[in-house]
């Protein structure tokens, strides 16, 4: 079994392949998410994992954008505490340090901690954050650290100098599993969430109705987002997660019922909830 | 009167702070939205102004923090087409180009017209857009080129080799401006916008209860985004836009309504909205 990821190995993305497909996976590290989304589509690889949602930063609509175009289906999702190191080569101490090398979304992670810890260091923003370990290794720079996950630190053999370096520890980031086919739901004892994206004409009180079809039958929703449509810009699309599986009939009657009055509804996927939820 | 930006110079930020505050304006440049946020608050410049929401980005949940942290009300919003163009030396043709300097954000949004265009060349991330062009500037690459606004290239006065090359052409970034006191509304005839923040109990059925007070009332809402509440990862924050003017009975009303049962509820600002809405 072959998973698709975005970045280089002992990226988040890679940790979060395991954690959701368990260790005995192979893991295919692709440079761009639109390559995660082909290299599924066209059986190049059985599944793909994308994050689709941080804590800090918000949702990745780019993602979003990707599950509306090709034609994937999420089937499950995993959450994963982000939790940034710094990294150095062996022997190298804080007063050494004069660059740090992360993903732009990790520097700003850890903006304070950095100001605080390191002053007068150059930020370098790369492509990802184990690429700038890697960077680092393959340079042999003594005078720059890098930020990444532990997993990163490990697979290069590089020591981490300092801990935990982000400004918030409730940093977390939410992934989902792609696949060509749908999750075939075979227990009823797990908590299923379901995924879709609607767009809701542009009168008073639309979004309203839109939620009432689920509230009306009981149904909770765990996200909402509202976006504007590209190539119309003050045209909205709608992003909602909520509890329940596609197979049961009171959220077929609230999808149906949606599909009275939406301009268009797509089910992204329906799946097992991660237990965090 | 004297307008805090984040960026340098050239910024499609100080773009917006002359397009809502007009020409006759000192702009002052932060390299941080908190400096911004804090400079308005502790009084050295009149008023901010700072994005909080890309067409394909999303939010920027880092200035929904701020806003939410510090006491200043939103009593403006500007909305920005945002137009990247390649910005080069004097008599440098696309076949000198080997690198490219810009903002991750602009490089992400520029992917496929780079790929196409430039497809050898590297992309070195910088802070800003407009920062790049006066690094190219100031270090006289004649084999490097910058992407950033029109008004940039006039302010450092380069030439612009291809203009419009972001991918999406429907890019544009949402502004708001910032104040210590809150807008006055003077004239009955505009159209009002009203921004807010809540947290609603985590039952089944909040969300719905909440835009009820809102829908009950014929109130319309023009953007809502639900977010992991900082320092408790499972508790959601709402982002909720909406028009009307807080002195009005029936919006006043709706948002005593939502006090009854919201955790919390805070009015980011009341203010005009931009004619593009």
């Not at 940790?15 to 590290?29: D, E, H, I, L």
């Not at 504007?228 to 997660?241: R, T």
Request: glycine share 4%; aromatic share 12%.
């Amino acid at each position: 079994m072959n998973i698709a990821f975005q970045g280089t190995h002992g990226a988040y993305s890679e940790q979060a392949a395991y954690a959701y497909f368990g260790r005995n996976t192979q893991t295919v590290p692709y440079s761009t998410f639109d390559e995660v989304f082909l290299n599924v589509v066209q059986s190049t690889c059985d599944f793909g994992i994308v994050p689709v949602e941080n804590s800090l930063a918000g949702s990745v609509h780019r993602n979003y954008d990707f599950l509306m175009r090709h034609n994937l289906y999420i089937i499950g999702e995993e959450v994963l505490r982000i939790n940034h190191h710094l990294i150095t080569l062996p022997n190298v101490a804080l007063g050494d340090i004069k660059r740090v090398y992360s993903h732009w979304q990790a520097l700003d992670q850890c903006e304070q901690t950095l100001r605080t810890l390191l002053p007068d260091a150059e930020k370098i923003q790369t492509y990802d954050t184990a690429g700038s370990v890697k960077m680092l290794l393959d340079e042999q720079r003594t005078d720059t650290a890098a930020i990444a996950s532990r997993q990163a630190a490990e697979l290069y053999n590089l020591p981490i100098l300092q801990q935990s370096v982000e400004d918030d520890h409730t940093n977390y980031t939410r992934f989902v599993a792609l696949s060509r086919h749908p999750y075939q739901a075979l227990s009823t004892d797990l908590l299923y969430k379901t995924s879709i994206v609607f767009s809701a004409p542009n009168t008073p009180g639309a979004l309203f109705k839109a939620l009432a079809v689920f509230s009306l039958r009981d149904i909770d929703l765990t996200k909402i987002e509202s976006r504007p449509l590209q190539g119309s810009p003050f045209k909205y699309l709608f992003y909602l997660d909520f509890l329940g599986d596609v197979n049961n009939d009171n959220v077929l009657h609230a999808l149906n019922h949606l599909k009275e009055f939406a301009l268009f509804v797509r089910v992204l996927g329906c799946y097992p909830c991660a237990n965090d939820n």
